[in-house]
């Protein structure tokens, strides 16, 4: 069954730090991968999506990193702001042949605070 | 900036009544998707639909839900008899090809009472 699944659940940070969340996938098979932000009951927004042949994008101060031999992903937040306060979404696309289907992880909830 | 709507933001519906949730994707996107997100719960996806029909559906999607294009704008979700446990957040989302991002709205509140 495919699955995605992420850490820490939830955390809180201080203005201006670093954090990584981390994500684990079991889609197979893989066409790609996908971080989302989503803020409280708002639709999410994409932030980077990475196929198997790329190891690291970025947009902004959001850094995702992609190690398909391990299946793990991460996303990076460097210099953290009040705005960056939300849920972070993994998720990962199986092929075309497959459907396309989307996996979701079941998010970081990001805390940011003064 | 193009973006997906959803019409409305916030439903409260009997249960066993009918409600009918819209959406109208980016323009010239040609898929499109329904999903649903139970607070607190993972973003589910219930079903993609392309040239007019109905190309991949989750086991959520059951006979009680449909979806329709009515026109060259909208996309629609209709469940026809509501039940408690329909209560979420539901969002659709529309995509230039399959596999390319797919942009969502902001989704529509659904309570059932």
């Known amino acids: 069954k495919n699955q995605v699944e992420q850490s820490p659940q939830s955390l809180i940070i201080l203005e201006g730090k670093n954090c990584t969340l981390q994500c684990n996938y079991t889609v197979s098979p893989f066409s790609n991968l996908r971080w989302y932000k989503q803020d409280t009951g708002r639709g999410p927004v994409s932030l980077t999506i990475m196929t198997f042949s790329e190891n690291t994008k970025s947009n902004g101060r959001y850094t995702a990193t992609l190690d398909a031999d391990t299946k793990q992903s991460s996303l990076h937040i460097t210099a953290s702001q009040l705005s960056d306060s939300a849920s972070y979404i993994c998720v990962v696309s199986a092929t075309r042949a497959a459907g396309n289907k989307l996996t979701f992880g079941g998010g970081t909830r990001v805390l940011v605070k003064p | 900036e193009p973006e997906v709507t959803q019409t409305p933001s916030h439903q409260v519906t009997q249960m066993g009544q009918e409600v009918i949730l819209r959406c109208v994707p980016i323009s010239n996107h040609l898929y499109f998707y329904w999903y649903r997100q139970i607070l607190g719960q993972k973003v589910e996806f219930l079903v993609s639909?392309?040239?007019?029909?109905?190309?991949?559906k989750s086991e959520i999607f059951d006979d009680q839900f449909s979806v329709e294009r009515p026109d060259g704008s909208n996309f629609t979700l209709k469940i026809r008899s509501t039940k408690l446990e329909d209560s979420a957040m539901y969002f659709c989302?529309?995509?230039?090809?399959?596999?390319?991002?797919?942009?969502f709205g902001p989704g529509t509140r659904l309570t059932v009472l």
């Open positions: 989302a529309s995509s230039l090809e399959t596999g390319n991002e797919q942009f």
């Open positions: 639909f392309y040239n007019n029909e109905i190309s991949e």
